[in-house]
Antibody, heavy 122, light 106 residues
């Protein structure tokens, strides 16, 4: 079955860029049936949707992060990635990647990575 | 943005109890309502989509209902493995938004 795995630095300095990659296995990021999403969860808090990308490269970002956010897809590596610039302590969170299913399941996120903790600190 | 409000924020219950959690949307979202379960240190797990459809492999003691702005997640008989935090999410429009979570405790 499809599995997602996040990877990237666990510590980022304030004002620098947070970069994460999600590797898809057991399936293809090029499948036109799904969107590929990032979600984050600050320590002890709830979930925040960051944005998603389609295999074609079309994106949809949360407006609260849009000015700092880039999500890319690399079909040759079966990966998608997140870049968040000018980070502050407020960006400290567990970051998850997830697959968004089709309209029949009302675009639910049906497959999730295990999550990766990113701390913003000098 | 569509605001999702869950109640209660936390709930104490016992094994075998019938329990209901509610989720309210700030505007109508039809049945674009999803429920997730999250255990400590783990990723959320999809339980219910389209407000009332059970994801494959999820036990039938979980059920969802509602449409428009008001939704519920019901446990017919709590099991020990059900003690976790539950989130609702709307997928009617972006930005997708989540409720603040309901922590179900013993």
């Amino acid at each position: 079955q499809v599995q997602l795995q996040e990877s990237g630095p666990g510590l980022v300095k304030p004002s620098e860029t947070l970069s994460l990659t999600c590797t898809v296995s057991g399936g293809s990021v090029s499948s036109g049936r799904y969107y590929w999403s990032w979600i984050r969860q600050p320590p002890g808090k709830g979930l925040e949707w960051i944005g998603y990308i389609y295999y074609s490269g079309n994106t949809n970002y949360n407006a609260s992060l849009k000015s700092r956010l880039t999500i890319l897809v690399d079909t040759s590596k079966n990966q998608f990635s997140l870049k968040l610039t000018s980070v502050t302590a407020a960006d400290t969170a567990v970051y998850y990647c997830a697959r968004i299913g089709q309209q029949v399941i009302r675009y639910a996120m049906d497959v999730w990575g295990q999550g990766t903790t990113v701390t913003v600190s000098s | 943005d569509i605001q999702m409000t869950q109640s209660p924020s936390s709930l104490s219950a016992s094994v075998g109890d019938r329990v209901t959690i509610t989720c309210r949307a700030s505007q109508s979202i039809s049945n674009y309502l999803i429920w997730y379960q999250q255990k400590p240190g783990k990723a959320p797990k999809l339980l219910i989509y389209a407000a009332s459809s059970l994801q494959s492999g999820v036990p039938s003691r979980f059920s969802g209902s509602g449409s428009g702005t008001d939704f519920t997640l019901t446990f017919s008989s709590l099991q020990p493995e059900d003690f976790a935090t539950y989130y609702c999410q709307q997928s009617y429009s972006t930005p997708y938004t989540f409720g603040q979570g309901t922590k179900l405790e013993i």
